[in-house]
């Protein structure tokens, strides 16, 4: 890829020896392959939000799991890009989000009635989950437990691990920061990113 470059912008100007530099920092990589459009026969054998039409335009892919590099920045990119050039966009619902557990995806829970009765989280993690709040309510009765120090700047990803253990981190918590901010559980901040999660655990 960097001889590619090297030789493109060496054929405009061979004298500029920044010139690849410059460039590279004024681009932008598209991972661009082909797309399965839906069959229309076998419409029902498609998600609902998994459903590309023939000619309907260029696809951007989308993974809880950060399969795919797209993220918030990279697809409003990618969007102001194709309306300059009048190229249509396949729509996409985001009603249905999944992630790859044990390879096969698994439909992220709306709601706690979904969360039971979901595959995502194991049975154990699920009762653990039920029995937080009280949980909470006992120990923080009985003074034994009132969260970290104050003063430690604690990750979204720590607070949950504390809580529920690495499971809902990998399964709930990233896909969520992920698809929400784009951003990594363990460098956002408890405090500032769900200020009433942590204001709740300090009372």
């Known amino acids: ?114 969360l039971i009765k979901s595959n995502i989280l194991s049975t154990q993690l699920k009762l653990k989950i039920l029995l937080e709040p009280l949980s909470w309510w006992h120990s923080n009765k009985r003074s034994f437990h009132k969260g970290v120090d104050t003063g430690v700047q604690e990750s979204v990803g720590q607070f949950f691990k504390r809580h529920f253990g690495t499971e809902v981190v990998d399964y709930m918590i990233d896909p969520f920061v992920a698809g929400t901010s784009a951003g990594d559980p363990e460098s956002l901040s408890m405090r500032h990113a769900f200020r009433q999660l942590w204001n709740l655990e300090k009372k």
């Open 1 to 114: 890829m960097l001889d590619a470059l090297s030789r493109i912008t060496n054929s405009f100007n061979s004298s500029n020896t920044k010139l690849v530099d410059k460039a590279i920092q004024q681009s932008f990589l598209v991972s661009a392959d082909m797309a399965h459009a839906i069959h229309p026969n076998y419409m029902d054998k498609h998600e609902d939000n998994h459903q590309p039409k023939l000619h309907g335009g260029l696809g951007i892919k989308h993974n809880a799991n950060q399969r795919y590099v797209t993220n918030a920045i990279t697809s409003f990119i990618f969007r102001e890009i194709a309306e300059r050039h009048d190229l249509p966009i396949q729509p996409i619902s985001q009603n249905k989000r999944y992630v790859v557990r044990n390879g096969m995806p698994q439909l992220i829970p709306s709601n706690p009635v979904a």
